[in-house]
């Protein structure tokens, strides 16, 4: 996988992988790292990968180590989750699933958008988020200005 993942990156990219580039890398792992916080290059490797169908699982920011970002396939997307909210007004869709490592992840629909090392703290982001929606959604008509 890691190969195929390197050909068509190489390709549409035109950078390499080797060290002395130091644009992207591949750990042993399978992972890529992203050196210098470089969030734009981290962005087209992902929509490159996820567009390629080279994969089975969409390729995900897993992490962030010092200045590097870390790029690998989201291998929860199978497993199956241990928490669910409606949120908001619209009842927004949120599923929690927990990693091997006792991570939890969250996910709308099926794109992870935040990790968290307790229940506790995702259970406060989930309820931050929920009140943010609520009180976006009762803002008053009058507060606006017509013309």
Same mark, same amino acid.
């Given at each position: 996988? $890691? !190969? $195929? /993942?390197? *050909?068509?990156?190489? *390709?549409?990219?035109?950078?390499?992988? @080797?060290?002395?580039?130091?644009?992207?890398?591949?750990?042993?792992?399978?992972?890529?790292?992203?050196? !210098?916080?470089?969030?734009?290059?981290?962005?087209?490797?992902?929509? /490159?990968?996820?567009? @390629?169908?080279?994969?089975? =699982?969409?390729?995900?920011?897993? @992490?962030?180590?010092?200045?590097?970002?870390?790029?690998?396939?989201?291998?929860?997307?199978? +497993?199956?989750?241990?928490?669910?909210?409606? /949120?908001?007004?619209? $009842?927004?869709?949120? +599923? +929690? $699933?927990?990693?091997?490592? %006792?991570?939890?992840?969250?996910?709308? !629909?099926?794109?992870?958008?935040?990790?968290?090392?307790?229940? *506790?703290?995702?259970?406060?982001? +989930? %309820?931050?988020?929920?009140? #943010?929606? &609520?009180? &976006? =959604?009762?803002?008053?008509?009058?507060?606006?200005? #017509?013309?």
């Amino acid at each position: 996988m $890691k !190969n $195929k /993942i390197a *050909a068509i990156l190489d *390709a549409s990219l035109g950078f390499s992988d @080797s060290l002395d580039d130091i644009d992207y890398y591949f750990e042993k792992d399978g992972t890529i790292v992203v050196p !210098n916080n470089n969030v734009s290059l981290s962005a087209k490797i992902l929509r /490159i990968v996820n567009a @390629s169908g080279l994969v089975k =699982h969409r390729m995900v920011k897993l @992490s962030k180590k010092g200045d590097a970002i870390i790029l690998g396939i989201d291998e929860l997307i199978d +497993v199956a989750p241990v928490d669910s909210y409606e /949120i908001g007004p619209d $009842k927004l869709s949120i +599923v +929690v $699933k927990k990693s091997p490592d %006792g991570k939890f992840y969250l996910y709308d !629909n099926n794109k992870r958008i935040g990790s968290f090392k307790s229940k *506790a703290a995702y259970k406060r982001y +989930v %309820g931050n988020m929920h009140k #943010t929606l &609520q009180d &976006q =959604h009762e803002i008053p008509e009058e507060n606006y200005e #017509t013309e």
